[in-house]
């Protein structure tokens, strides 16, 4: 299982940015949850974003970056997408996808968004937004 992030970069504030991850080694469909985290220098990683599978595609959102980013998917091209839009200098950070063949039912938000849930990661990409 390979997970590899592309896209990251330097940003304006309030620009926006897409950030990609494309896996490799096994099939996608096999895939039940898949997140994006963010880890900024000396802080813990952050779940920002994720789309549940298990539960029809459910997403779920951190309050840091609901309204302003989104977490899609192309099966077909076993990519994951996170648009974000209306970037803060306080969105700097290394950008991580992460996934799970696992199935998680009824876990909510917060535990959908937890680093722990998820077994294969990439290596993650430098988002850095000045002011």
């Known amino acids: 299982v390979q997970l590899v992030e592309s896209g990251g970069g330097l940003a304006q504030a309030g620009s926006s940015l897409r950030l990609s991850c494309t896996g490799s080694g096994f099939n996608f469909d096999d895939v039940n949850a898949v997140a994006w985290f963010r880890q900024a220098p000396g802080k813990a990683r952050e779940g920002i974003l994720s789309?549940?599978?298990?539960?029809?595609?459910?997403?779920y959102a951190s309050d840091t970056v609901k309204g302003r980013f989104t977490i899609s998917a192309d099966d077909a091209k076993n990519t994951v997408y996170l648009e974000m839009n209306t970037l803060k200098p306080d969105d700097t950070a290394v950008y991580f996808c992460?996934?799970?063949?696992?199935?998680?039912?009824?876990?909510?938000?917060?535990?959908?968004?937890?680093?722990?849930?998820?077994?294969?990661w990439g290596q993650g990409t430098q988002v850095t937004v000045s002011s």
């Open positions: 992460a996934i799970t063949f696992d199935v998680n039912l009824g876990i909510g938000r917060q535990g959908m968004l937890q680093p722990d849930r998820y077994r294969h």
């Open positions: 789309i549940n599978h298990s539960e029809g595609g459910r997403r």
